[in-house]
């Protein structure tokens, strides 16, 4: 296990920001697809991936309390400080926020979280008509949905706003951060 340094970060810090990186970019698309087209066929692929991406954000967050921030690799502005950590808070908690209010909206609304077909909360069918359900609680479903709508919203900013600052690193300060996140040492 290798620490990060100013000039090279670990290996876990590579292998969970480029996981939970990737994982969580897909589901927001399955997520904004299936919104907008109200086409929900995605939903058991996209429950499934969100209970997954469950277990390395909860790593991440630990790994991120355990061993800190890595060290930047030169000296910045304060506001550039500032809307790093901003991005990068924003970033971490919309990854712990956004599975775990999907997984609750899914169970307390009565449809259940299956993972692979294997059930983890069991559907709450209505026995008068057997293909809708009745949710378990239906007021904590409905804060659940508010949470994962605003934790979404706020990734996708996060995510854009993360890689203006990746593009600011590379193309106008050329300081090595884009090629450090990518394994290099600089």
Known sequence: MQLDTQSKLGSNTLALHWIV????????????????????ALYPWHKAFGVLIIFPVILRVVWRIKS??????????????????????LLLIGTVILPISGFVMSAMGGHGVELFG?????????????????????????IAHELHAIAGTSIIIGVILHIVGV????????????????????
């Open 167 to 186: 593009l600011k690193h590379h193309i106008l300060d050329k300081d090595g951060t884009l090629l450090r996140m990518l394994g290099a040492k600089v």
């Open 68 to 89: 800190g921030w890595p060290p930047p690799i030169r000296e910045y502005k304060k506001i550039e400080k500032i809307m790093s950590k901003l991005v990068h808070y």
């Open 21 to 40: 990186g990737i994982m969580m970019i897909m589901l927001l698309a399955v997520g904004v697809f299936m919104e907008e087209t109200k086409s929900y």
């Open 118 to 142: 294997l059930e983890l909360v069991a559907r709450n069918p209505d026995p008068a008509n057997p293909m809708e359900v009745i949710p378990l609680n239906g007021s904590v479903a409905g």
